[in-house]
């Protein structure tokens, strides 16, 4: 990573940090030296190594608002929403994660915080060209959970543009790693090599972009403690279509994931990949897992699961 | 208008009822056989005509979900907003407004509500190109203030998209009218005429659209009673500069509004003027007021005022 030491001492607050990013943020953190606070409503009942756990719902304004004055962050890493799988696409749940991120980043900013970096999201861009690019690509959200993503964007870019706080957006495009829900894709394929059972895929060609999630969320923090002002995508920049995918997952299962191609359906969106040139050049941050080396660990771990499992 | 009956006797709620828009929404609306219900923070001191005023801060979330309880609104027509001058612009009450917005439409829909219009403006388009179309100019806020307006936008698009509520947004342009604030523009020229003072305009040559207050919130009421989804321009079509905007003020008010022209400055938006085809066919609104009968309208009302305080 191309900082040194900026954020050496730095109070840093944390939302989402028990999650599927989020969790990948506090050892990178703590490695920078920040005094690291972390809101969440679960109980912490997990080793704390210096992490300073604040028990509050972020739906609780007012409980936020007192917590804030207390600790009094100079840095805010919000990455908490709710993202249930097959859900948060349409979920009115949206309307409140904006209400909360808005309520959040008035109260930082009264209590004299100085930066804010949240996350974006790929969707927030229209996918009819590749790659999608910060600067250039339309912003045509096609969803609810998309359209209150590029709504944060709108009010925070303009509040930092009157020079109150800085702020950084960043736009997460496809992840996997560990603790993914295994509804979702590679935890999918994963289980269909172990079980070798046969998957379906109704668009094999389909390009997308993939970082492991440890990646995104070192990335993260290389944003915030970077000076770069406005949206970057996270994202490997590289495209890789599914049936690749599935070879790779195969690869590293030691066995095939079986595949069913299904009927050829019309793909509106073909190829969906980021420009991260911001990324590379201006937060100067490398992702430090290959396509292969993350899908092995990933693998890896999910047989780890199932073997703690019994299964 | 374009409309006929289909509001005959539907529950509307109107927030901003008060204000320089809202107050000419409540006459069109009773015209309409609605039932109309009004949420202000001001107890209704003034004769109520029959609209049912219900008296709420719209920042209490919670008061509000009671009321639209009780309340059950099949049409919500939301104008309410910070707009005091000088201020709202950069205020980080925007963000306060755009989280009470969500919620009022959060709990309008779970109330059963049928159809959201809100008050958007012509600062979420680029002004770089005129006329401004809803369909083709780029979608970038200048300010805090038209950030937060076009977050509303991209949320309650998403929204409505889903189905489960009908959606318009008017996107307002350059408004003038009895009860505007005496700091802006026309109140100053008619000052100006009134005390024979000299106004120095810096960009005499600036075009802009607009349109009388009592129009758009008759327009409000058209696009509310229409089954038009999306954003419309509320704007009369026409660019005026603001010399001939004097010169209508000065031959209303009987004498010359005394210009003194400003050293010539770098106008990066030099003309601002609406396309405003949607609002004529498909919401089949037609203005009442032209530029001249309206300014007419204003400088009278101004003189007036003046008249009662006895200056």
């Known amino acids: 990573m191309g900082f040194t030491d900026l954020m050496t001492g730095a109070r840093v607050l944390v939302t989402g940090a028990t999650g599927f990013v989020g969790r990948h943020t506090l050892g990178p953190l703590q490695a920078l030296g920040c005094e690291v606070h972390v809101i969440s409503r679960r109980p912490a009942n997990h080793d704390s190594r210096g992490v300073r756990y604040h028990e509050c719902d972020l739906h609780n304004h007012a409980g936020v608002a007192s917590l804030m004055g207390a600790i009094r962050p100079e840095h805010l890493l919000h990455l908490a929403w709710d993202v249930t799988p097959g859900e948060y696409i349409t979920s009115l749940e949206n309307l409140r994660w904006v209400q909360s991120t808005l309520a959040l980043a008035h109260i930082f900013v009264e209590c004299g915080g100085r930066r804010i970096v949240g996350a974006g999201t790929a969707a927030e861009y229209s996918w009819h060209k590749s790659p999608c690019d910060e600067a250039t690509t339309p912003l045509v959200p096609d969803s609810l959970y998309a359209g209150s993503k590029l709504a944060l964007w709108h009010v925070l870019d303009r509040l930092s543009a009157q020079g109150s706080v800085g702020f950084a957006w960043g736009r997460v495009f496809f992840m996997f790693g560990p603790h993914e829900a295994p509804e979702r894709l ?12 046969s998957l379906t895929l109704r668009h094999p060609t389909q390009v ?18 970077s000076d770069v002002q406005g949206a970057v995508n996270l994202a490997s920049g590289e495209g890789t279509d599914l049936s690749a995918l599935a070879g790779l997952v195969g ?9 069913e191609l299904g009927p050829t359906l019309d793909d509106p969106h073909p190829v969906v990949v980021a420009e991260v040139t911001r990324l590379r050049e201006e937060v100067r941050f490398t992702p430090r897992f290959s396509l292969r080396s993350g899908l092995r660990d990933t693998v890896d771990w999910w047989f780890r699961q199932h073997g703690n499992a019994g299964t």
């Open 186 to 197: 590679v935890p999918v394929m994963v289980d269909a090599a172990r079980r070798q059972q």
């Open 251 to 259: 690869e590293a299962a030691g066995t095939e994931v079986p595949l």
């Open 208 to 225: 997308r972009d993939y970082l492991h999630a440890a990646d995104v969320g070192a990335a993260f923090v290389a944003l915030l403690a």
